[in-house]
Structure formats: structure tokens, C-alpha cells
């Protein structure tokens, strides 16, 4: 490997930390890495080798090559990116703050978003609308992003916990004319249509892609 290869790697890896994390311990937090190894990654310290570029490569979910490209012209788009937990709609609806959750699992969100931004995979058909023409609709199986630090309007994508209930549920929120919250499906097909909430509910977040 280059001397070359090996400072175009340090800095890629620098520059992807800087513009999407509030520091290197973050990163290190978060995806479990060694303070050192890092530091020195980092610094050009120790060997930055193909193994090892492709390793961060797809635990960061980026594409196999990136830290080898040369570093400009890509800050912009690298400043939209933010590693989330992927977390189940159990875990969702029992903590308040997902960040004290143990978490395996990171995925980068497409999206602005907060520090407290969280994924979830869809379970179920009731946000599944068959029509080809549908502006929204999500399969079982996709990923969603669900950001608690989005205020919730009226037609918003909710993720919510009713008082009764020991998981969350993804639902789109509605509000009368009086401020009674109603919960609905988008699947036109699914039986209960509206949800009248007569109950305490945790508004978990507003999802956001």
C-alpha cells in the first residue's frame, strides 16, 4: 500500500467523523471501536490497509471504495448523514431516550435529523396502500426514521405508545376540531379505519423517511 493510499484513507476517515459525528468519542461510542486504534487510524499512526478500509466501509453502510476517493466534493452530502439505532417497536415504546438503549445495530439516516433520531423495520400491512398511485406507503420489512425532536401535525407519520399497549404502533395522526387525537392506517383495506385515543399516549416520534 502507498503512502499515498494510506493519508487518503486517514483523512477520509477523519473528514466522514468530523462531518457526521460531535467528535471522535461519539464514534467510538457508538459503533464500539478502540479510543487508540481510532486516534492513530485517524492520525496516520498505524496502517489504514484494504481489509480494514472495507470493514468500516460496511459497517458504516457506505459504498466499497469510499475511503479511498480522493476527499473533495463530497462535505456537502456527507453532512446529511447520521448513524441512528435500529431499534424493535417493543424497544420503542418502553424508553423514552433510545440512546440508553444497548444497541447492535447501526444504519445511516438519509435525512436532517437529531441526535435522537431512531429506525424501525415495518411489521404488518396497515401502512401498506396498494394503490400504485399512493403518495405514501410502507411494506413490511422496510426501514423508517423516526425523529422524537419533530413536532407532530396534524396527517404526520407518527410513532406512538398508548398507555395500555406495551409496544409503539406506526399510525398517521389526525386531530378534530376539539384536539381529540384519532390514529389511522394508510392500507384502505385494514378493518379498523380510525383509532379514537380515550387514553394516555406517548408520542414516541414523527417519522421523517
Known sequence: MSD??????SERLSEYIRNNYSSPNEF?????QNQGRISQLMNGKISFGEKAARKFEAMLG????????????????????RQVPLVSFVAAGAFENIRELDVDTYIPCPQNCSDKTFALRV???????????????????EIIFCDPEVPAMNGSLVVVRL???S???FKQINYDEWGN??????????????IEVNEPALMVGVVIG
Do not use: C
Open 4 to 9: 499515498d493510499m494510506q493519508a487518503r484513507r
Open 167 to 169: 409496544r409503539a404502533t
Open 123 to 141: 411489521e404488518g400491512l396497515s401502512m401498506y396502500d396498494p394503490n400504485p398511485y399512493a403518495l405514501k406507503s410502507f411494506r413490511p420489512g
Open 62 to 81: 457506505l459504498p466499497e471504495g469510499y475511503f479511498d476517493r480522493e476527499p473533495s466534493n463530497v462535505t456537502v452530502i456527507e453532512k446529511q448523514v
Open 181 to 194: 387525537m384519532f390514529l389511522s392506517p394508510l392500507n384502505p383495506e385494514w378493518e379498523e379505519q380510525v
Open 28 to 32: 467510538i461510542e457508538i459503533h464500539n
Open 163 to 165: 398507555e395500555s399497549e
